[in-house]
């Protein structure tokens, strides 16, 4: 068991990591009573390395901030969004340059969301110990089987990194990743943002003005959560901010009908700064207003190409040994049967030999698709 709860050996630990080509990092936290999940472990390791920190001991985090900004070592995580964003809210940085492995898996043939469990069990041969995951890792002492616990995931995850590491070299894949790993460390940094919460709630039938409704409660609730450290249902739920949004209450008897205020003391200073923000959303300028999302309608001649190149994409991602999720969305296939254009992402890059040519053959005429014993097959025409 390594538990770090001191400077030196945390100054040492992190001298050692910074010599190191890449680090697997991981968090154990709880968050189920407050807006901010609080930090109660960071693992990492490399090579024979394996540490656990206690950020509840009162360290200072900072030498280990830095080695997560060192340019020259690369950080390995596992559907790591989470934990960037708590190390954006803690350190008031991301780690960086990242490399996540449930990401590497789909370019690997592993499905669009493999569990850890699965992954370390098939790449390393590990057992994993699934016994503490709900334990209570704030409180103190740690025993000595949580560290050892906590510690064995970091461990296999080194093992899990150079296992997809080199599947994806052998394969030329290792820009494949890139995109989607760029992808997450910007909603990352987005989870962060107030102004953004509002496109996290969803919404039918809304316009432009109820939006900027919304968009105003939405950060009202951000702030309000984060400033009061409460999860944001206990200050309001997403159907209260709804209704609000739609009903656009000015007077605080139009608010306390809105279910979720009915008990809310007239003079304190919720009903005020709600009907504040109600106010400024109202008088904003409509051009500052979020644009209804204008879900395209797609013929019913495009909706059967589109079947059809979902089969394509299964069939060739089969072939490949990849995740369809990696490859197109729906919506992408939606784009490209209306409009076939060269700067489609599907037909550049990598996506353009594994599918997009392919499909985009198909879409003319040049490819067909038929039964076979096997599945399906293609044909050219």
């Known amino acids: 068991m390594v538990l770090i709860t001191d400077k030196p050996a945390l100054d040492r630990l992190c001298r050692d990591l910074a010599t190191r080509p890449y680090v697997a990092v991981d968090t154990e936290f709880v968050g189920e009573h407050t807006y901010w999940p609080r930090l109660c472990l960071i693992q990492v390791a490399a090579g024979e390395v394996a540490a656990a920190i206690d950020p509840l001991s009162g ?25 960037l964003v708590l190390f954006r809210r803690i350190a008031g940085r991301m780690p960086s340059p990242v490399f996540d492995t449930q990401i590497a898996a789909m370019a690997c043939g592993f499905g669009d969301s493999v569990a850890y469990s699965t992954l370390a069990s098939t790449l390393t041969g590990a057992t994993i110990n699934k016994s503490m995951q709900v334990t209570d890792w704030a409180r103190r002492p740690l025993t ?3 560290v050892d616990y906590a510690l064995a995931d970091v461990i296999h995850l080194c093992g899990a990194y150079e296992n997809l590491k080199g599947r994806l070299a052998a394969a030329k894949r290792d820009g494949w990743i890139e995109e989607e790993i760029q992808q997450m460390a910007f909603e990352a940094a987005s989870d962060a943002d107030p102004w953004t919460a509002w496109q996290r709630i969803q919404v039918r039938g809304a316009d432009s003005r109820t939006l900027a409704v919304l968009r105003e409660v939405a950060a009202w609730r951000e702030i309000c959560s984060a400033r009061m450290d409460l999860p944001r249902p206990r200050v309001a739920r997403d159907e209260t901010l709804l209704d609000i949004a739609f009903r656009r209450p000015r007077t605080q008897a139009e608010l306390k009908r809105i279910r979720g205020f009915a008990n809310v003391p007239s003079d304190g200073p919720v009903i005020a700064e709600i009907l504040a923000v109600v106010e400024r959303a109202l008088a904003a300028p409509i051009e500052d207003c979020p644009r209804p999302h204008q879900r395209v309608e797609v013929p019913e001649a495009v909706q059967s190409q589109v079947s059809l190149l979902q089969a394509l994409l299964r069939l060739r991602c089969d072939e490949h040994g990849v995740a369809p999720r990696l490859v197109a969305t729906r919506s992408d296939l939606e784009a490209l049967a209306m409009d076939p254009r060269k ?9 353009a030999g594994v599918f997009g040519d392919d499909a985009l053959g198909l879409l003319r005429g040049e490819l067909a698709m038929t039964g076979h014993s096997n599945g399906a097959k293609v044909l050219k025409i």
């Open 59 to 83: 360290l200072d985090l900072e030498p280990l901030f830095q080695l997560f900004s060192a340019p020259g070592v690369l950080k390995v995580l596992h559907s790591g969004r989470q934990d």
């Open 144 to 146: 000595m089987g949580q």
């Open 343 to 351: 700067d489609h992402r599907l037909l550049q890059g990598w996506r």
